[in-house]
């Protein structure tokens, strides 16, 4: 989509939610007829605290470019649902000023029962913090989610770095660790601004000395598909596809799946696992 696109598509979204409202709806008392439905342009300037030749303009796809905090007043302006919120900050080309709670993380029943039907392939939900939220018994024995990491205990970078069992079972774990943390910095750059971001690099830059000299270099990377062998405790040495899929219904989410690599015996190993699982 071109700028000017974009900058047409947020003037017809603003106008559309303008007209569905009328003034009896955002407290405004009508004062005579109206020729079109729905607000008035002035109307929504004074809601949302700005200048009524601006927000004209805004609507009419000028090249202006509304702040975070304009944009938000905007919406509690022509009381927009959360969906619509996040519409507009994208077609603004901006990110939502408003961080998402923890408890908005939520792993459907369904999704759940995906997660075990994978068994004894080891899968796991990773939610918009990197935080471990839903995983299936294979995931938890392959990965040892069950041995908490305090005070970030289901926060997969920060077991990366602060667990020293990460070091020994992962495979080339200065290689791996490097794409991991390019990875979280491409995924986290909506959030730097957020309290908890804040607080995990701190904590992270005081107990690792790998990320403190890491960090700063800025590395970024998306997420691809790609090997990952693990030094198992119990089992030895399991080799993996690593696959990432989105949840549609919230793209925050990501399904990480561990697909046995063909030709090894890390299916027959991940099989002795579980049965030890069951016989405890």
């Not at 601006?54 to 609507?59: A, N």
């Not at 996040?86 to 029962?113: G, K």
Request: glycine share 4%; hydrophobic share 40%; charged share 25%.
């Amino acid at each position: 989509m071109s700028d000017e696109q974009r900058r047409q598509g947020l003037a017809d979204f603003l106008r559309t939610r303008r007209t569905r409202l009328s003034p009896e709806q955002v407290g405004m008392i009508p004062g005579g007829r109206r020729r079109t439905p729905g607000l008035r342009r002035e109307e929504v300037a004074q809601l949302a605290n700005v200048g009524v030749s601006w927000y004209t303009m805004l609507e009419q796809g000028r090249d202006i470019n509304p702040s975070r905090e304009v944009l938000q007043s905007i919406a509690g302006a022509l009381q927009l649902t959360p969906d619509e919120q996040q519409h507009l900050f994208l077609l603004a080309n901006q990110q939502p000023l408003v961080e998402s709670p923890l408890s908005d993380e939520q792993v459907s029943p369904a999704l759940c029962r995906v997660l075990d039907a994978l068994d004894p392939i080891p899968a796991y939900i990773l939610g918009r913090r990197w935080n471990y939220l839903a995983w299936n018994t294979a995931a938890e024995h392959v990965f040892l989610l069950s041995e908490l990491v305090p005070p970030y205990e289901y926060n997969a970078i920060w077991r990366i770095f602060a667990d020293p069992k990460k070091r020994q079972y992962v495979t080339k774990w200065e290689q791996t660790a490097q794409r991991v943390l390019a990875e979280f910095r491409a995924d986290s750059a909506h959030c730097v601004h957020e309290e908890w971001f804040k607080r995990l690099i701190a904590d992270l830059e005081r107990v690792s000395p790998e990320f403190r000299a890491w960090w700063p270099r800025h590395d970024v990377s998306s997420r691809v598909d790609a090997r990952k062998d693990i030094d198992h405790p119990r089992v030895g040495c399991l080799m993996f596809e690593h696959t990432t899929l989105q949840v549609p219904a919230m793209p925050d989410l990501k399904l990480m799946i561990y697909t046995p690599l063909p030709e090894t015996d890390t299916m027959e190993k991940l099989q002795q696992l579980m049965d030890r699982v069951i016989s405890i």
